[in-house]
């Protein structure tokens, strides 16, 4: 619950304190004279967006602290990730120059922390939006506070069903589900098979072209070639033969020259030699007319595979190398994607399963919501008046695939139709009370801000309200604003809020004061004899309702 409230320059709130009881709070006054304002400082420690109302300040500051259950603590300092050293928690927010700061505990935050804080603290039934009602995803949520244990395990697992089935549909798009790497294998396995196809040697295009050169001028090197190996065979090999036989002849006068006879035959052997492999060469041209055109087709062959794959043959086979590892690596996938497809049908159907376990729990939780709301609707005196909890199939989502929807109906005549087109608005009113009232029991937040929510209501409906408040006030704190005397009778704290020149001041009303309010409220005149008699029939019969509930 809200302890304490001190609230500095909120809009014409100049400054104000109040230390605040549990049960129904409500707060009082003309119309204009800044209770809506009030609130809107709690909204703010709440994560309200926005700056405050105008007023004459530089700086407001609201300042809250809040006594909290043990299980609520619990959530607290999981989501915020801090330790509250007890179950008390002081939440501030200063507006100044347009940023506007936010302390938990004296421990600076961001403002999206009060958000999330206020998930978990409160719930607002503001004018003209009663707990989002109009809203199958909030319905749906309200619907499922109702579930037990069995129920909120069946919605976990559905939870995680669905972050499963996100995180497997996730893997099946990245591993290519769409076709884009099937296309691309497609591509690597022509190209492979083109290289493969082209039998190709490291080195081999580098050959190739001196060969083609060789070719290329075979008349000229025949020309070449042939002289000189007709020079040595027209008397160049004898001469030198008749060199050694001389020189040696000379040896075995002179020793000596036995280096220069080594060095002669030497030469003759080697021109011997060069003979026979020039004849070869000559040979071996004549013997291959064909080879040139068989080189040249060749080699348009490798520079056709180098102006896709790279320049030279290692480039090519380079190419080769890590299109074979490329399409290793996507069949790999390509595997993985077969068993992440048929896991995606495992998961599927497990979500599936989990959703319609799900579903079944969510229509037994909507006839007893439909039950318990339409008896509330009765004493909220729509005596005549029936809601449905209608569910659908809707889009699958984290909490499965219902869609559920209020539908209502005035009249027994009338059939049902949705919330917001069927319900005036204090049938809209009563009807998000008989609703919250169904749901008192499940597990929920400790503290409701009710802004104006009676609107459209009076006379009997409007003690039949406050009743129904009243019976809520166990199980919540409620902070109201509201115009209804019959409302603020059933208080068990009453703040009246009045303009004080410029700025507005915020004061409890208890015994006399509080008959002069309320019969202001009820006639418009504080000393009204007849509206402080009234206002005292009201306050009896306010009590009489509590004694009851308190002796149940």
Sequence with gaps: MLEELQVQGFGLVGEARIELPSGLVVFTGETGAGKTMLLGSVLSLLGARGDPPPGPWEEATVEGRFVLEGEVARKVEAALGLELGGEELVVSRVFKGGRPKA???GRLVPISSLSILGSLLAEVQAQNAHLGLGSPRKVRDLLDRMGGDSHQAALEEVAEGWRSLQAIRAEARELGGDGALEREADMLRYQIAEIEGARLRAGEDEEIAREVQRLENAVLLREAVGHAAELLGE?????????VRSVREATSRDPSLGPLLSRLESVRIELADIASELGAY????????????????????IRALERKYGRGVEAILAYLSRARERLAWI??????????????????????????????????????????????LRELGLREARLEVAITPGPEDEGGYDR??????????????????????GELSRTALAVRAALAGAADVPLLVLDEVDAGIGGRAAVAVGR???????????????????????????????????SVRVEPVEGEERLRELSRMLAGLPESGAGKAHAEELLE????????????
């Excluded at 902070?479 to 059933?490: D, E, G, N, R």
């Design 235 to 243: 008397g160049a090999i004898e001469a030198v033969a008749e060199g």
């Design 282 to 301: 000559l040979a071996e041209l004549d013997a291959e007319p064909d080879r040139l055109e068989e080189l040249r087709a060749r080699l348009a062959q």
């Design 331 to 376: 069949e790999g996938r390509r595997e993985r994607l077969c068993f992440v497809e048929e896991e995606e049908k495992r998961v599927r159907g497990a979500y599936a399963e989990a959703a319609a376990r799900l579903s079944a729990s969510r229509r037994g939780l909507a006839s007893r919501l439909q039950f318990e709301a339409t008896q509330n």
């Design 103 to 105: 302390r938990v505990n």
């Design 468 to 502: 129904t408040l009243s019976s809520l006030a166990t199980r919540h704190q409620i902070l109201c604003v509201t115009h209804l005397p019959q409302i603020a009778a059933f208080a068990d704290g009453h703040f009246r809020v009045e303009r004080d020149g410029a």
């Design 541 to 552: 019969v306010a009590e009489r309702a509590k004694a009851r509930r308190g002796s149940a």
């Design 404 to 425: 559920v929807e209020l539908l209502f109906s005035s009249h027994p005549d009338l059939p049902p139709s949705p919330l917001a087109k069927a319900a005036s608005g």
